[in-house]
């Protein structure tokens, strides 16, 4: 007999507490997670992160595919996939582990903490006398889901706060930039750049060795958007040359970052493994879970991505 199915595919681990929340919010749904698929043509939705290539030709009759996150690049231009519904999850727990990610880097900087560490290491006692968060200007890339509340956050601090965004962003205390003229402004005139843009074709690469040249020399430069979103061999001459003075990375081109890479080199640099902002199943099943009840109902589902924008 055939079965409304969903599939479940995450290189992280955590199939069994999905499961779980799914079934609190929809007890007729069948979970699945391979090997034990039982008949394809059952499969309805799929819940899945970077699957393999190939992985969604199996299903004939999938309606919906849910990207464990808010990047969804991966998936808007695969060849396995028919015509079927995208949608990103958007919960109040990635939001919040994001905007933390982006306050902690943001304030280590804003309070000279490197400067600190390193004076650890060598033993000796450096003070550097703190200076007003107003003074601080911080350029947030990307105002949507993740790096709107990250932006707001930081003004709520007090730090000077411009975002650059596809359209023009109305934020309380965050002065809002579009296009190419908006975008060379803020990175010529702030001293810390976070970027959080979603990656697509028109954002990849979209920093390289002319935008990092716009930058202050000295620039803190965080990124937890996409690797791909920034050339990486300009990111590390930058590096190399001084002209950018502390960087917190959280994505590559290549992850896990490779051993040996030259990124891993610099004192300046703060590695973190792709975790700045990660699903929490119990608070994201209930929306996952909307999705598939709106698509049941021939509705669009929550989050939904259209495929040419890439988000």
Known sequence: MSRDALVFYSAVDDSVAWREALAAELPDLDFRVEPDLGDPADIRY???WTPPKGFFARFPNLQLVTNLGAGVDALVRRDDLAPVKFSRLSDPGMVQMM????????TRYARDIPVYERAKRRGEWEYVHPRALSDITVAVL?????GGPAA??????????????RTPKDIPGVTSHTGREGLEHVL?????IV???PLTLETQRLLGAGEFGLMRKGVKFVNASRGA????AALIEALASGHIGEATLDVFETEPLPAGHPLWAFENVMITPHMASITVPKLAARDV???IRRVRQGLPPLHEVDPARGY
């Open 142 to 146: 990307g105002l949507g889901e993740l």
């Open 195 to 197: 970027s959080l843009v």
């Open 99 to 106: 905007t933390s990610y982006i306050v902690f880097a943001v």
């Open 152 to 165: 707001r956050t930081l003004a709520q601090m007090g730090f000077t706060v411009s975002g650059w965004s």
């Open 289 to 291: 879970a909307e999705s």
């Open 229 to 232: 979103v920034v050339d990486e």
């Open 46 to 48: 799929a819940l899945c």
């Open 188 to 192: 010529a005139t702030n001293e810390i």
